[in-house]
């Protein structure tokens, strides 16, 4: 049996993984193939998202054809990252994954800001914000499941926030706690989760593009959307937030189209993201050296190539216009409503069920690796770094289920005119989610430490020149370079024009700075 291995941060304290093959002693079990990380990947990777945001992309962009390259650059920049981070993976297999390739390349503060992200809005956020999905696309199958069937009313705290609890929110906030519950038992029932669901998931894409291209083929469609399709026809103004800089269109020039596909990708990066979850899990893969850079290639290639051609789906049935306005921006399901008539909404809520559930699973798996491998640096809660008798850290998953819980149930007051937007339906004041604004704060702040890891493979490769490395990543430097500079452009562009979702995605990472003083100093107190 593998004894387990003394690891050492940055800092030279005590961290990492405690590493035991066979998972007795308390240690972690090696139960994830080469498959089931894959699974993760593509399952963490596959929400919602895709099935909707091409709608506000196709706002943005103006054109087919540069709809179409929106997705193209985010698949280039996700597989051009996940090759790279394969180096550090195979490098540093250990639970964690980022937080510790931060920690090791800079120092234990900029893996600690990455893992405070993470718990409040980056994976939390993301969980809380498929689960609503979920619970959405329930509902049209149980209309009981409502964002307005209240079972406490909204009470407003301040000028932009309220309270409240929906039915909506309830399905939510139980699909939660259950996934939570059942990963709780072990890896072994998560990575059965995970496989049958990504499997169900991937089919009900890949039958979406068949159904899309070959069956719901419309040739008015097909002529309007491949025919100048590189012309953008009554793009979205894109206004400067800070003072300047000009407005800008796809349609104004070379400046105008770079800013709308910077602009753009927030909504493709985000139903890309979470492909690096896999790593946070490296104590629980098999040949870890071997298996998470496979799978980070896979996943993200597996799925990219599905997001391409889930969009020329779209294309090939609905004309742009009809993308851009379809209702409540469900593009997929006015896609399938050409094919199926009436019955296509709800063959498309029972695709996204499966498809919101089985992407929870593997984020809620995922992300309490990252909280452990803080606990045992002792930046965190001290019991975070206990593993249960099933070899899973348990109290890492449920301080993650509370956070999001917690998410959950606040709401945005939204107003129109300085004065609270009022829906004509329902006469009663209309609200927004939490987690949204959230997420959207959060997006520059999530590339920055993209940017970050991958500028800390150079780092490495400086100070650790002799590392063990079993596979190194493809194309260095050129490849992470280049995903360097194209992801600080779209961070920049963000922190321009989108400033007021940008700020206070920083202002979020830079509170965990005190607070990391004060789990070190505390942690020092401890030692003595």
């Known amino acids: 049996m593998a004894q387990p291995a003394t690891v050492k941060s940055a800092s030279g304290e005590p961290g990492g993984t405690v590493d035991r093959g066979s998972g007795q002693d308390g240690g972690f079990v090696r139960e994830l193939g080469l498959l089931d990380s894959t699974m993760i990947v593509a399952g963490s990777m596959i929400g919602s998202g895709i099935f909707i945001v091409s ?4 706002r943005q962009v103006g054109s087919s054809g540069w709809l179409l390259a929106t997705w193209i650059i985010t698949g280039l920049l996700t597989i051009g990252a996940a090759l790279s981070y394969g180096e550090l993976a195979a490098m540093m297999p250990k639970a964690g994954g980022q937080y510790v390739y931060l920690r090791e390349a800079f120092s234990p503060l900029w893996g600690f800001l990455y893992g405070w992200a993470l718990l409040w809005v980056i994976q939390s956020g993301t969980i809380a914000a498929v689960a609503v999905g979920f619970a959405r696309y329930f509902g049209v199958l149980v209309p009981w499941i409502s964002p307005t069937n209240w079972l406490l009313r909204p009470v407003d705290v301040s000028h932009g926030y309220a309270v409240s ?38 089919l009900s894409l890949a039958a979406l593009i068949v159904l899309g291209i070959l069956v719901g083929r419309n040739a008015e ?24 800089l000009p407005a800008l269109t796809a349609a104004a020039g070379a400046l105008g189209l770079l800013v709308a596909l910077c602009v753009a990708q927030v909504g493709s990066l985000f139903s890309s993201d979470a492909w690096n979850n896999i790593t946070f899990t490296a104590g629980e893969v098999k040949d870890p050296r071997r298996n998470i850079p496979l799978s980070l290639a896979y996943g993200t290639l597996l799925v ?13 049935t609905l ?11 469900r593009v997929a399901t006015a896609a399938l409503s050409v094919i199926f008539g009436p019955a296509g909404a709800a063959i498309m809520a ?53 956070v999001t819980c917690l998410i959950v149930l606040p709401r945005t007051r939204v107003y129109e005119n300085g004065a609270p937007k009022i829906d004509p ?20 702040a999530v590339l920055i430490f993209y940017v970050l890891t991958i500028a800390g493979l150079f780092v490495l490769r400086k100070k ?54 004060l789990w070190k100093r505390r942690a020092e107190a401890a030692r003595g």
């Open 55 to 58: 709608a506000d992309i196709a």
């Open 165 to 202: 609890l929906s039915t909506q929110q309830l399905i939510a906030i139980l699909m939660v706690i259950f996934l939570t519950f059942l990963n709780t038992r072990g890896i072994r029932l998560g990575k059965i989760i995970q496989n049958v669901f990504t499997s169900a998931k991937t």
């Open 221 to 244: 469609a097909i002529a309007a959307n491949f025919t100048a399709m590189w012309t953008p026809v009554n793009p979205a103004t894109i206004s400067p937030e800070v003072g300047g």
């Open 304 to 316: 990219t190539a599905l997001y391409c051609l889930a969009n020329v789906a779209y294309l090939c």
């Open 319 to 329: 004309t742009l216009e009809q993308i851009r306005t379809a209702p409540d921006d």
């Open 350 to 402: 029972v695709a996204i069920i499966i498809s919101t559930f089985g992407c929870n699973n593997g984020l809620i798996l995922a992300g309490a690796r990252v909280y452990y491998a803080m606990a045992k640096d002792s930046l965190f809660f001290k019991k975070t770094a206990e593993l249960n008798e099933h070899h899973v850290p348990s109290f890492a998953l449920v301080v993650q289920c509370i």
């Open 425 to 444: 339906t329902l006469n009663e004041p209309v609200y927004g989610n939490l987690y949204g604004q959230l997420l959207d704060w959060v997006v520059f």
């Open 464 to 517: 650790r020149p002799d590392a063990e490395r079993p596979y190194r990543a493809f194309g260095y430097p050129l490849v992470p370079g280049l995903y360097m500079v194209a992801a600080s452009t779209i961070a920049l562009v963000l922190l321009l024009y989108r400033t007021k979702t940008s700020l206070p995605g920083l202002a979020i990472v830079l509170t965990g700075v005190p607070v990391y003083w």
